[in-house]
């Protein structure tokens, strides 16, 4: 049985890939930060259905917090799939954005990214077989009003994605991003209402955390080996 992580598992996308993986036979390992209790709560869900899953809590931002939970994780077995999806919002104008709003974003997504995956990488590459795959934004392809921060974070994974990508390939590890655009979690709720969601969005309509989730399972499945060092983003024809 193949072992995947997923950070920020709890989250709407999050729970939503960590059920997609579960039915595709892999042990997911949910992870959260503060919300353990939602994590503990998925886990049990999906073992209830079947599946395998047990939570895991540790800070992405914290370097030899996270190094030792993913090592104890690694006594077990490689991890061969692992899903960067924590990530954060402190928005504001450039203008008046405070420094530790820059920090705590780009903290997150892109340091967290190097936190949880530079552990994670060389099991893979002995086992000769690995997928990781970064959720990133629509924000880091078409930039957003208030989000430079999380904009520069997430396009920062691009090129981490894409470079890792090549260093990675030849030993049978795919390293993808998925960018979404406006998909209906709780987090878009104060954001956008249905008429401007209808406006904006040529499908006319929010996206599923289920649809951007089919799009990770892929990623992570064997059928997806020959694609790598690829942004392929899922937002209604929206860019």
């Given at each position: 049985m193949k072992r995947a992580l997923v950070t920020g598992g709890s989250g709407g996308i999050g729970a939503a890939i960590c059920r997609r993986l579960a039915l595709q036979g892999c042990h997911v390992l949910v992870h959260a930060h503060r919300n353990l209790a939602a994590a503990q709560q998925l886990a049990g869900e999906i073992a209830r259905g079947g599946g395998s899953?047990?939570?895991?809590?540790?800070?992405?931002?914290?370097?030899?917090?996270?190094?030792?939970a993913l090592e104890n994780t690694l006594a077990?077995?490689?991890?061969?799939?692992?899903?960067n999806n924590a990530g954060i919002h402190d928005d504001a104008v450039f203008p008046g954005m405070r420094p530790?709003?820059?920090s705590s974003v780009i903290d997150v997504s892109l340091?967290?990214?190097?936190?949880?995956?530079?552990?994670?990488?060389?099991?893979?590459?002995?086992?000769?077989w690995g997928r990781i795959i970064n959720i990133t934004?629509?924000?880091?392809?078409?930039?957003?009003?208030g989000q430079v921060?999380?904009?520069?974070a997430k396009a920062a994974l691009h090129g981490a994605t894409r470079s890792l990508a090549l260093e990675l390939a030849s030993r049978g590890v795919t390293v993808n991003a998925v960018a979404p655009g406006i998909i209906d979690t709780g987090m878009i709720a104060g954001a956008f209402d249905p008429q401007t969601i209808k406006k904006l969005v040529p499908a006319r309509r929010a996206g599923k955390p289920e649809e951007v989730a089919e799009l990770v399972g892929f990623l992570a499945s064997d059928a997806a080996a020959y694609i790598t060092g690829q942004v392929i983003s899922i937002n209604g024809g929206l860019a």
């Open positions: 899953a047990a939570a895991l809590a540790f800070d992405v931002c914290e370097r030899e917090a996270a190094r030792a077990d077995g490689p991890i061969q799939v692992l899903v530790e709003q820059w340091n967290g990214f190097f936190n949880v995956t530079h552990p994670l990488t060389m099991p893979m590459v002995r086992a000769r934004s629509i924000a880091a392809i078409t930039g957003n009003r921060n999380y904009s520069a």
